[in-house]
C-alpha cells in the first residue's frame, strides 16, 4: 500500500514538474536555423511555438507550397490537370488556328488556355503536376502562407484571356474547320465527277 502511494506521488511529481518546465520556457525565442543544421529538431524543446509573423521557419530548397504558372511557356498540354489526384487543376483548351509562338525552352504553342485555374484549397502539394509539365511552366514556390478570408479566393486564374476573347479564338476555329471540311467535300465531289 506504501509502495503504491509513493509510486503515485513520483508519477505525479514527474508529470507536474514536466508542464511547470514546459510553462516557463515557452517564453524563451525560438532561434532560427537552416533545417540542413544538426540541431534543427532539437530546437523545439524548450520552446512551445515560434512568434509568428516575427519569427518565421526557414522554408527548406525542395518546399512543396504555392503553385505558380509561367503562361508564357505553357502550352496547355492538360497534363497537369490530368496526372492531379484531386482535380484541382481546371483548364480549358482553345485550338489556334496557326501557331501562335514558342516557349522559352523552343516548344511552338498552338493552344490558347481560355481557361487556367489552380484550386489550392483542394490541393494536396504532391508535386506531380510539377513533374510532369514538358516546359517546366507549372513550378511550386517557396510561399506558405496564403492566409485568405474567403475560400473562394484559393482559386488562383492564371489566363488572362477575357470571355469575348475565347468566343472569338473559337469562332475563328470553327470557320477554318468549316472551310476545310467544305474544301475536302469539294475535291470528293470533283474526283468523284471526274471519274
Known amino acids: ?52 509573423p516575427k519569427q518565421e521557419l526557414p522554408v527548406p530548397e525542395v518546399g512543396r507550397y504555392q503553385l505558380d504558372v509561367e503562361m508564357d511557356d505553357c502550352i496547355v498540354c492538360d497534363l497537369c490537370a490530368k496526372v492531379c489526384p484531386v482535380n484541382c487543376i481546371d483548364i480549358e483548351a482553345i485550338k489556334a488556328t496557326e501557331a501562335i509562338g514558342q516557349t522559352s525552352d523552343g516548344t511552338t504553342k498552338r493552344l490558347y488556355a481560355a481557361k487556367f485555374d489552380i484550386d489550392m484549397a483542394k490541393c494536396m502539394y504532391c508535386g506531380l503536376c ?62 468523284e465527277g471526274g471519274a
Open 1 to 52: 500500500m506504501l509502495k503504491r502511494l509513493i509510486n503515485g506521488f513520483t508519477t505525479a511529481w514527474k508529470g507536474l514538474s514536466l508542464t511547470v518546465k514546459h510553462l516557463f520556457a515557452s517564453n524563451a525565442d525560438r532561434k532560427i536555423i537552416t533545417v540542413s543544421d544538426s540541431n534543427y529538431f532539437k530546437q523545439l524543446e524548450g520552446t512551445n511555438t515560434i512568434q509568428y
Open 130 to 191: 510539377t513533374i510532369v509539365c514538358p516546359t517546366e511552366c507549372i513550378v511550386m514556390t517557396n510561399q506558405y502562407d496564403k492566409t485568405v478570408f474567403q475560400l473562394s479566393d484559393l482559386t488562383y486564374q492564371f489566363s488572362d484571356m477575357s470571355p469575348e476573347v475565347a468566343a472569338e479564338k473559337r469562332a475563328l476555329f470553327d470557320q477554318q474547320q468549316a472551310e476545310k471540311q467544305a474544301a475536302k467535300l469539294a475535291a470528293t465531289q470533283k474526283k
